[in-house]
């Protein structure tokens, strides 16, 4: 059965409707290849196009550098690093969208109030997300603050028609971000308190809102997700359909939801995929040595991926928006 092609927001741009319907179509028949990136110069896309001589279909790009409340007087060389090499990549994302490419978006958000050094994780920042949701605190003005910063980034590729796969509060059910510190329920109300405040109040009528979390006392509800998706990241060398991982996937609702692997380290296995016809629309490759080395896929096997009949490339992609 085909998945829900149906935006949840009932306002949803027409470029959101034919992203979505392109992809539930895709359900069971191929894969978006994608690739994460972190950086201006976009090193994993370079090294994909040296070896294969083709693009990932989808492309996806990091915004911890536009958190608001980076504490650059409390932080460390690898932070200010990976900070510094993050600046400008919405640049990126526009040229990458202008070629065609499909754009998805993973925003560590460092801490709102309070933190050192990389505040998105927990163990860096006593923000509590219990009174970040609690309305009239210091912590919940910090929140509103942060995310209508984050709203005015995004509003002009809304203006211009682009469709966003919006992944936030990514690994929610996990507890070494801030947002998932406290169990599901505070994190569920931040994901609503989130569409709300982009939807209704800033009108982001392009974001395709992507869900990432497999636990199902963690989901927020079907009427403010799109798309469902986990994280994945087998052993060096395991490469699998992880079919499995979706039917626990599909546990989460009973809605039939387009589902695609929003992380993985190792690539699927291509062959695995168009074999057992895995429903996973997309899969995004993470970055640094999980692209750029041997360590956990060999050249032969990324290869293999970008030359299989299933996978799509960026040169195959219809003209979606």
Known sequence: MKPIATPCNPHALPCVHRMMAYLADLSGHGILTGQHTKTRGLEDLHYIRRLTGKEPALLGFELLSYSP????????????EEVAGNYGTLRQAWEWAAAGGVITFTWHWFSPLGGRSKAFFTQNTDFDIQRAITPGTPENKALLSDMDVMAGLLRPF???????????????????????AKGAEPVKALWRMMYERFTNLHGLNNLIWVWNAPKKEFYPGDDVVDIISR???????LHAAHTDKLDELRQITPARKIALIGEIGSLPDISALAQEKAEWVSYMTWCDDFCMSERWTSNDVLRAMYSHPWAITKDQLPELY
């Open 158 to 180: 809304c203006d211009a028609g682009i469709p966003i796969l919006w992944r936030p509060l990514h690994e929610a059910d996990g507890t070494w971000f801030w947002w998932g």
């Open 69 to 80: 409340n980076i504490n650059y007087r409390d932080t460390d060389d690898e932070c200010m």
């Open 231 to 237: 994280d994945i990241y087998p052993p060096e060398h």
